[in-house]
């Protein structure tokens, strides 16, 4: 079946303006998860939905980021006024119900110029 | 809070030969962990991973992972590495209450002919 998609998979943008990165979870899955991976890095956990709403959003770094889940399936997560600290890989994991594996998507490659 | 080390940055392996990936974890309880490859410009693709029970766990692609509780680690290893294995390898630790992942930093495997 269909694994996790997630668009663009790449975006450059203006420092200061407003972006929104996309996932699509596997069919099913009501557990949905974001992640952030700088350079060399390994990912970063941000933020995790069960069902429609945000059950950890412990790892959003401030503000000017923000995740929706409106009907429990697809999410958007959304960054205002970007900075260019802000560039790296956005991924996107869903699992069947949250305690079991996590089945990531390709990204999306965020560059702030 | 759980913390994952991968002490070793890159490992350059010759085809045929085998292959080791350390890994050491910190966490108060029985961990959930995991070993994910992520191919340049792709996704993190789930190699193996361990709940519980047996300590020797066999995966997709030839690789194996051993869990050893009292040196807190969980060892990535393949027999015989083919020129695909190329790519950066992360660990990862979850729990059962706790659904985010801490992943480590990656080890970067090169493998020359």
């Known amino acids: 079946g269909a694994g996790v998609s997630q668009t663009p998979s790449n975006k450059v943008t203006e420092k200061g303006k407003y972006v929104e990165l996309r996932c699509d979870p596997i069919?099913?899955?009501?557990?949905l998860y974001w992640y952030r991976q700088s350079l060399g890095q390994g990912p970063e956990f941000l933020i995790y939905f069960q069902g429609t709403g945000a059950a950890d959003d412990s790892g959003l770094p401030n503000d000017r980021f923000f995740a929706v889940r409106p009907e429990g399936s697809v999410s958007t997560l959304k960054i205002q006024r970007t900075e260019r600290g802000d560039s790296a890989v956005y991924l996107c994991a869903s699992s069947l119900t949250g305690e079991e594996t996590q089945y990531f998507g390709p990204g999306t490659r965020l560059l702030v110029l | 809070a759980q913390s994952v080390t991968q002490p070793d940055i890159h490992i350059t392996v010759s085809e045929g030969a085998s292959l080791e990936l350390r890994c050491n974890y910190s966490y108060g309880a029985t961990p959930y962990l995991f070993w994910y490859v992520q191919s340049p410009g792709q996704g993190l693709q789930l190699l193996l991973k361990y709940f519980s029970g047996d300590t020797l766990v066999q995966g997709i692609k030839g690789f194996e992972a051993e869990f050893k509780r009292s040196q807190s680690s969980f060892n990535l290893r393949k027999p015989s590495v083919h020129w695909s294995d190329a790519a950066e390898y992360f660990c990862?630790?979850?729990?059962?209450?706790?659904?985010?992942?801490?992943f480590g930093a990656g080890t970067t495997v090169t493998v020359r002919a």
């Open positions: 990862a630790v979850g729990a059962s209450n706790d659904y985010k992942l801490s």
């Open positions: 069919s099913g899955h009501t557990a």
